[in-house]
């Protein structure tokens, strides 16, 4: 599972998509739906929508390099945006944000029983998201998890969006903890990025797009899934 880290640990900080919750499973029907509806049933705009978020119509997955993987929610409205004619960011934000609220979860690992695990080892626990704050909140909650985190951050909650550090240090700042104490856990190079610059010890997991080869010379550690990180803290 790789490396044992020798620092006490504190506190640990998740991202949402594709570490929480799997990726491909969760956001191929947002994605799809964004599509239909966007592109208002012009099979041509549709396609030109589809690659410029980095999805695959064909096999309905996403690209390793889509914009939908670590970017921010304002971020991927910006890339589709020149595509549909008259239309404006805030509308536009609007509506994806109120999809994502409703896009169906798909738990990367039993959620309420790792987390609870963690809680039990004395840990603070925390999310740091590039979604905004409300679907994230919305998403928690139907796992029946929001209220096992001490802290919940969307890019949108006033510390910014990774690669900055801003949410993790927003993370030590509420909680009280030493940011050395920390883990940062996520599934792309935007969440390994964010722990280095905060100073946090960094987990890297494969339920996301990006392989162990990948995450593997920015993280400390690369895990199959959070189910192993109770172990591995622990070990």
């Not at 805030?90 to 944000?97: A, E, Q």
Request: net charge negative.
């Amino acid at each position: 599972m790789g490396e044992r880290i020798t620092r006490r640990i504190d506190g640990v900080l998740f991202d949402k998509d594709g570490t929480l919750f799997d990726f491909q499973a969760t956001w191929g029907a947002w994605s799809r739906c964004i599509l239909d509806e966007e592109s208002r049933g012009d099979p041509v705009l549709r396609e030109r929508l589809a690659d410029a978020l980095g999805y695959d119509m064909a096999t309905s997955e996403f690209r390793r390099d889509s914009v939908v993987i670590a970017h921010t929610t304002e971020i991927v409205a910006q890339r589709i945006l020149p595509l549909l004619e008259g239309e404006h960011l805030g509308p536009l934000l609007g509506r994806m944000d109120a999809r994502a609220t409703n896009a169906p979860q798909v738990e990367a690992a039993p959620l309420v029983e790792i987390l609870t695990a963690l809680r039990a080892m004395g840990l603070r626990l925390g999310v740091a998201t590039n979604d905004t704050e409300a679907p994230a909140r919305a998403h928690l909650a139907a796992a029946g998890v929001e209220g096992l985190f001490d802290f919940i951050a969307g890019y949108d909650s006033g510390h910014g969006g990774k690669p900055a550090p801003g949410q993790l240090l927003a993370f030590a700042d509420r909680t009280g903890l030493d940011p050395a104490h920390c883990v940062m856990v996520g599934d792309s190079l935007h969440d390994l990025h964010a722990a280095r610059a905060a100073g946090m010890v960094a987990v890297g997991v494969l339920t996301g797009l990006a392989d162990r080869a990948t995450l593997m010379p920015e993280a400390d550690v690369v895990l199959d899934s959070i189910a192993d990180l109770p172990a591995w803290l622990a070990g």
